[in-house]
T-cell receptor, first 116, second 114 residues
Framework: EAGVAQSPRYKIIEKRQSVAFWCNPI?????LYWYQQILGQGPKLLIQ????????DSQLPKDRFSAERLKGVDSTLKIQPAKLEDSAVYLC??????????????FGQGTRLTVV | AQKITQTQPGMFVQEKEAVTLDCTYD???????LFWYKQPSSGEMIFLIY??????QNATEGRYSLNFQKARKSANLVISASQLGDSAMYFC???????????FGAGTRLTVKP
């Protein structure tokens, strides 16, 4: 079974530029999460999709961040314009059976963003 | 809002000894799941163990066990017979069945000494 795929692995941009991250979840997984992990901290949930609908985006800075999951499969996370404090690893995860026991989230390798 | 607390920023353990990593949580939901993940220096998040709020038995997976005390809202991870490869960050997470989002604690950095 293929895992969660993310690209790019690394990205360096200047502040005020825009950037986009892509995620392909495990086939058949209805739930997709985007997390932001700042160095030395735990992952912070940015947005959760159930199929192609948003379930929770309460911690997404909507003035600069946006995300979509067209057709309920792949997802993109965009930052525009980027700030220095957006430097972090962006993790994508997917889960097959939200709300039921044992349905752990599977994570991709992450995209390390550096804003200079 | 749910909250996960890991009070130990760093822990040391001697190789082959057991170690307990603490996790407390706060939720008003009756149905929820608790998870532990390992994050080595390579950055990947590796699922270790799961405990459901209605499970009466503590979960075990190989050398990992979860000490679940529902009344105290704690879900501590116990690693037995520590190995050098266990050195990593460990994160506790919770998902409430009502909203399904998975939230993480700040993590504990475990270092296994030879």
């Amino acid at each position: 079974e293929a895992g969660v795929a993310q690209s790019p692995r690394y990205k360096i941009i200047e502040k005020r530029q825009s950037v986009a991250f892509w995620c392909n979840p495990i086939s058949g997984h209805a739930t997709l999460y985007w997390y932001q992990q700042i160095l030395g901290q735990g992952p912070k949930l940015l947005i959760q999709f159930q199929n192609n609908g948003v379930v929770d985006d309460s911690q997404l800075p909507k003035d600069r961040f946006s995300a979509e999951r067209l057709k309920g499969v792949d997802s993109t996370l965009k930052i525009q314009p980027a700030k220095l404090e957006d430097s972090a690893v962006y993790l994508c995860a997917s889960s097959s059976r939200p709300g039921q026991g044992g349905s752990e989230a599977f994570f991709g390798q992450g995209t390390r963003l550096t804003v200079v | 809002a749910q909250k996960i607390t890991q009070t130990q920023p760093g822990m040391f353990v001697q190789e082959k000894e057991a170690v307990t990593l603490d996790c407390t949580y706060d939720t008003s939901d009756q149905s929820y799941g608790l998870f532990w993940y390992k994050q080595p220096s390579s950055g990947e998040m590796i699922f270790l163990i799961y405990q459901g709020s209605y499970d009466e038995q503590n979960a075990t997976e190989g050398r990992y066990s979860l000490n679940f005390q529902k009344a105290r809202k704690s879900a501590n991870l116990v690693i037995s017979a520590s190995q050098l490869g266990d050195s990593a960050m460990y994160f506790c997470a919770m998902r409430e069945e009502g909203n399904n989002d998975m939230r993480f604690g700040a993590g504990t950095r475990l270092t296994v000494k030879p």
